[in-house]
Nanobody, 115 residues
Framework: QVQLVESGGGLVQPGGSLRLSCAAS????????MGWYRQAPGKQRELVAA???????NYADFVKGRFTISRDNAKSTVYLQMNNLKPEDTAVYYC?????????WGQGTQVTVSS
């Protein structure tokens, strides 16, 4: 049984930072590409950042220079360090594990950026 469990969301002021974590189980973590997506109310889910099994990263333009994705294969965990957060970053953030045509999703963690 595949499980992706996100943590680290919460309420933060504009300009603040959060680090999201996603702990995976039930998969051979090291061979999966991992990603973070987000979905704001009334909007479609969108890619935030992704990291391949080899460690190559890809970022959406709206987070470049502010967010950093990383992975720890020994802990089967992927992270998203979010700095200089803006109100428009408010969304539910989802962890994704992808191998070939198979996608696994976490339950999501809420990030709210507000003063």
């Amino acid at each position: 049984q595949v499980q992706l469990v996100e943590s680290g969301g919460g309420l933060v002021q504009p300009g603040g930072s959060l680090r999201l974590s996603c702990a995976a189980s039930g998969i051979i973590f090291s061979i999966y590409a991992m990603g973070w997506y987000r979905q704001a109310p009334g909007k479609q889910r969108e890619l935030v950042a992704a990291i391949t099994s080899g460690g190559s990263t890809n970022y959406a333009d709206f987070v470049k220079g502010r967010f950093t994705i990383s992975r720890d294969n020994a802990k089967s965990t992927v992270y998203l360090q979010m700095n200089n957060l803006k109100p428009e970053d408010t969304a539910v953030y989802y962890c994704n594990a992808r191998k070939f045509a198979t996608d696994h999703w976490g339950q999501g963690t809420q990030v709210t950026v507000s003063s």
